[in-house]
């Protein structure tokens, strides 16, 4: 088969199949989006050109009026969007336009459900693009031409969105693209020029590149002027600009409406919904540049995938240079969207040398401090709380950022939120100003326990003395939160103590109450000796503990050994951990305990003893090392009770 001529026909990949059925059924509500998504094509198409062709001037071939064209064919119900920018040659249209290569597309996919309005929610997060034609189009077609190759190698792409597209080889002088949609019945209103012009006008007045239409034919005086000029040979249509065609960064900030930074922002981040917030800044002095950066209203699906696109859209003097520039913010703000057009850094600047160079480390540390301010404002501004929906979508990526921002540790400590038992719900809503405020007088540290999931946090015996005492714990379980707590160790000069770590020191809290425990635990000396016979193999210690109130007994972690849930990660992760066994506390107080104490047979003692462990490793959320050992101790003693 002749590789530029031959006609092929090829499937769409699994996902491009799903993807697409569900889009056609799921935004058919919005089908006006799909110009914007076509239109946003071409205007990164012609970016690319641009900057291709600071290195190879060729690539210009005569045609250097960059511009989007909209052409309407009313007769044939066909709407096309065409650009003079990159082009495609037939492999990237094969590849491009057949497939979809984002990462973690299947997952996305399987995250589906049917239902049609939640489904809807989800297309939006992972950005539609080109396949949005098919929501008003029964049959798409598609030109294209590299920048670069002959007229003779332009590629004919045609699909009517079901399984299969064809690729064929095409004559094509001007360099680019053209998508030229067939209008479904019901969609024909796109065809009409005044309703296109207004959506070009809603959508897309913010990209750079001029978008052009044919003006509108001048009223006609009389039906029969309008009839004769129909018979005249057309003269060559009059094109006009429609939208705005300046980069919407470069405009001062007074100039831009509400709806102009939205809609740009759903240009560069592909996402359907509005941001939260954005920040927009011109800065001049030793460096000079502009950003402008957006607080996106949901997590996309790929957040937490590594190889996941990050990073701004970096500019020179005005021109595109590459999109996800990850340069310019710390990883713990990946979720950031954005624009930084500067005026110092080379046109031909590679992603190498971003990576050295002296002025994006200083930008970054810029950016980095406007990123945090803009959420701190956030935080305090109440209004419609969007600071909540922030964090839920976005609070675990700043977990992060302690570990990773040594400098901001301070900063990033007050805007995280918190579960605590001050309100004892999951929503984390709490921050440590919150804690701190609430501390009781003479309590020097705050206080934290970190568990498998919310419930075990709040159920955990280790907090028993504390709500016993009315002294409030944060309540954490998200998995980066033991990764957390091993970097904030402190905030406005308070130390943070896990609960479930070394010996219990209240403070200055419980003088009479450690009095009594201390005898208690003289008292206990006998009991605690003979558990540490039993139960030697599996405990690093046994001691009477200052924690409980309710439960027989917790376990604690060496003061400097690993916590549970970091050691249950690394072990997850197939990682090898240091061998470390817990401390056993008891509370010799309790029923439980006063019976082992009783108990003289050794071997019902050892079976009791065992139980209590097991049980304390339970109820923080372990694994036990014997299940069967354990229900068979159990039933043992259920039998027991029966008989
Ligand atoms: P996205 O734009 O999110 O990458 P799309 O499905 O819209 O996804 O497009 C897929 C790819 O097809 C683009 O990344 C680009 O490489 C290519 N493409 C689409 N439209 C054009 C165009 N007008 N000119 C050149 N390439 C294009």
């Given at each position: ?511 009479e109450e450690k009095k009594s425990r201390e005898e208690l635990a003289k008292a206990s000396a006998s009991l605690v000796e003979r558990l540490q016979q039993v139960l030697d193999e599996q405990v690093q210690e046994i001691r ?29 992760a197939g990682q090898k951990v240091p061998d470390s066994k817990p401390i056993l506390e008891v509370n010799p107080g309790h029923p439980l305990l006063e019976k082992l104490d009783a108990e003289p047979d050794e071997e019902r ?39």
């Amino acid at each position: 088969m002749d590789a530029v001529t031959g006609e092929e026909t090829l499937g769409f990949q699994t996902e491009a199949k799903q993807l697409l059925h569900l889009m056609i059924h799921s935004l058919y509500s919005n089908r006006e989006i799909f110009l914007r998504e076509l239109i946003s094509n071409a205007s990164d198409a012609i970016d690319k050109l641009r900057f291709e062709s600071l290195s190879d001037s060729s690539l210009m071939e005569e045609d250097t009026e960059l511009a989007i064209r909209v052409e309407l064919d009313g007769d044939a119900k066909t709407i096309t969007v065409s650009d003079n920018g990159i082009g495609m040659s037939r492999d990237e249209v094969v590849e491009h336009l057949g497939t979809i290569a984002r990462s973690g597309t299947a997952e996305f996919l399987a995250s589906l459900t049917g239902d049609q309005q939640h489904d809807s929610q989800l297309i939006g997060q992972f950005g539609v693009g080109f396949y949005s034609s098919f929501i008003v189009a029964d049959r798409v077609e598609v030109h294209s031409r590299r920048a670069g190759a002959e007229a003779g190698e332009g590629v004919h792409w045609e699909s009517t969105g079901e399984a299969e597209f064809t690729v064929a080889g095409l004559d094509k002088p001007q360099r680019g693209t053209s998508v030229i949609l067939h209008l479904k019945k019901d969609c024909e209103e796109f065809a009409d020029s005044w309703r296109v012009r207004s959506i070009i006008k809603k959508y897309s007045d913010h990209i750079s590149v001029p978008v052009m239409m044919e003006k509108p034919p001048a009223p006609a005086e009389d039906e029969d002027s309008q009839a004769e000029k129909k018979e005249e040979p057309a003269a060559a249509p009059e094109f006009e600009t429609i939208n705005e065609a300046t980069a919407l960064w470069t405009r001062s900030r007074s100039d831009i409406s509400d709806e102009e930074y939205t809609e740009f922002y759903k240009h560069i981040s592909h996402d359907f919904e509005e941001p939260l917030k954005w920040s927009h800044n011109r800065i001049e002095g030793k460096l000079e540049y502009t950003s402008l950066l957006y607080i996106p209203g949901r997590a996309p699906f790929d957040l937490w995938n590594r190889d996941t696109s990050r990073g701004l859209k970096l500019y020179v003097q005005r021109t595109f240079i590459m999109d996800d520039a990850e340069q310019f913010l710390p990883l713990y703000l990946r979720f950031i969207k954005g624009v930084v057009d500067s005026n110092d850094l080379s046109l031909n600047i590679s992603r190498e040398i971003l990576q050295q160079d002296p002025a994006v480390e200083s930008m970054r540390a810029a950016l980095t401090k406007r990123v945090l301010d803009m959420l701190g404002k956030m935080a305090k501004a109440k209004k419609g709380d969007r600071y909540a929906v922030f964090w839920k979508e976005f609070g675990q990526v700043l977990k992060e950022g302690p570990a990773e921002d040594f400098s901001n540790k301070e900063k990033i400590a007050g805007l995280l939120r918190f579960s605590t038992t001050h309100t004892d719900r999951e929503d984390q809503d709490q921050s440590l100003q919150d804690y701190l405020g609430r501390m009781k007088e003479g309590q020097e540290k705050i206080f934290y326990v970190v568990a498998e999931n919310f419930k075990t946090a709040k159920n955990s015996p280790h907090l028993e003395v504390f709500r016993k005492q009315g002294i409030e714990v944060l309540l954490l379980s998200d998995r980066v939160d033991d990764w957390l707590m091993n970097h904030l160790l402190e905030f406005d000069g308070k130390h943070f103590q896990d609960v479930a770590r070394g010996e219990l020191d209240l403070g200055e809290l419980s003088e009479e109450e450690k009095k009594s425990r201390e005898e208690l635990a003289k008292a206990s000396a006998s009991l605690v000796e003979r558990l540490q016979q039993v139960l030697d193999e599996q405990v690093q210690e046994i001691r009477a503990s200052t924690r409980l109130t309710e439960s027989p007994a917790c376990l604690v972690v060496g003061e400097h050994d690993m916590g549970s849930q970091m050691r249950r990660i690394l072990e997850a992760a197939g990682q090898k951990v240091p061998d470390s066994k817990p401390i056993l506390e008891v509370n010799p107080g309790h029923p439980l305990l006063e019976k082992l104490d009783a108990e003289p047979d050794e071997e019902r003692f050892a079976d009791l003893a065992n139980i209590v462990f097991d049980q304390a490793l339970l109820a923080e959320g372990g694994q036990l090392s014997d299940p069967a050992a354990y229900v068979s101790r159990l039933n043992k003693l259920l039998l027991e009770l029966s008989n």
